[in-house]
């Protein structure tokens, strides 16, 4: 159990480390290339914050743990909204601000998308094309949003354009590399755990490496709201849910069938709605995410893991 513990935590550690060099990499590679802003969020920033979830997903499947994939992208969506918003908002209220009305919807869209072809009980490879064909269309339209100018070094936060060749070249090479090896020690030690313990794979999908695999957005608007900068992150937690739902899952149900647990779709997939729903009066009235709301998030996320163990996990 210590070994498989220590798996998880080295991967969880590497997945982190590795997602953070990726995005430097990338980040500055745009800026060298000059791409739009907004592309660079949709595309590169998007793929580096939510590439511990895709790598996660795509080795569970690998190893026959369907379960465990499609509980880090459920687990996570819900972790995004109750937890990753809920707990910056008790430091500094989290703006809502009426620009992200495109994201949202886009986001409500992908959701119940999912839901629906989770109800047809696997997400197997006709499920998966629908997924990705989704996101194809989703990125098509954001990019066509995004060739009004080029990026600018103010435009990404983290860009250096003096940064060396050299230096972000190591970048890349050490986020791409970490990552697969992250994600193999993670899902080894998760399986291993979920398997000594007679827990499920789905109930370790959606707690320990749900919450692991949310920690870049949970870092990222902890310390916006620090700053008193709740609004920046919100772009960031709607953008890589979509990302999660349309491309992570897609690209996992071409390497095998994810089975979908009558648990999930019991209790799961109702939770992901309904906090997904959550931001909608906020963000269409423009209306802050206070500390009321925030500790009532945190309040909802703390029942909902608390079902998943007294329901028999």
């Given amino acids: 159990m210590l070994i498989d513990l220590a798996l998880v935590v080295g991967g969880l550690v590497m997945l982190l480390v590795a997602g953070d060099f990726l995005v430097r990499g990338a980040v500055n590679l745009a800026l060298r290339l000059g791409i739009p802003a907004m592309m660079v969020g949709m595309t590169v920033v998007a793929f580096g914050t939510s590439a511990p979830e895709l790598l996660v997903s795509v080795q569970a499947v690998l190893r026959d743990a369907g379960g465990l994939a499609l509980g880090n992208v459920v687990g996570s969506n819900i972790a995004n909204i109750l937890l990753v918003i809920g707990l910056p908002a008790l430091i500094a209220p989290m703006a809502m601000g009426r620009e992200s009305l495109r994201d949202m919807w886009i986001m409500l869209a992908a959701t119940a998308l999912f839901a629906a072809l989770a109800m047809t009980g696997a997400i197997g490879t006709w499920q998966a094309l629908v997924?990705?064909?989704?996101?194809?269309?989703?990125?098509?339209?954001?990019?066509?949003?995004?060739?009004?100018?080029?990026?600018?070094?103010?435009?990404?936060?983290?860009?250096?354009?003096?940064?060396?060749?050299?230096?972000?070249t190591l970048y890349l090479a050490l986020g791409l590399a970490g990552l697969p090896l992250g994600a193999h020690l993670l899902v080894t030690g998760a399986v291993d755990i979920a398997k000594s313990l007679g827990v499920s794979d789905l109930v370790i999908g959606l707690t320990i490496v749900a919450i692991g695999t949310s920690l870049p957005e949970l870092a990222t608007t902890l310390m916006a709201a620090i700053r008193r900068e709740g609004g920046v992150a919100l772009g960031n937690i709607l953008g890589s849910n979509i990302f999660n739902l349309l491309f992570i899952l897609g690209l996992a149900g071409l390497f095998g069938t994810m089975t979908v647990p009558a648990e999930m779709l019991r209790l799961d997939l109702w939770v992901m709605l309904a906090a997904a729903l959550v931001v909608v009066p906020f963000i269409w009235s423009g209306r802050a995410i206070g500390r009321i709301t925030g500790l009532a998030l945190l309040l909802g996320y703390a029942v909902y893991i608390w079902l998943l163990f007294a329901n028999g996990g």
């Fill in 131 to 168: 997924l990705l064909l989704a996101f194809a269309l989703f990125m098509a339209e954001s990019v066509l949003r995004a060739r009004k100018g080029r990026v600018t070094p103010e435009d990404l936060e983290g860009a250096d354009p003096a940064l060396p060749a050299g230096r972000l």
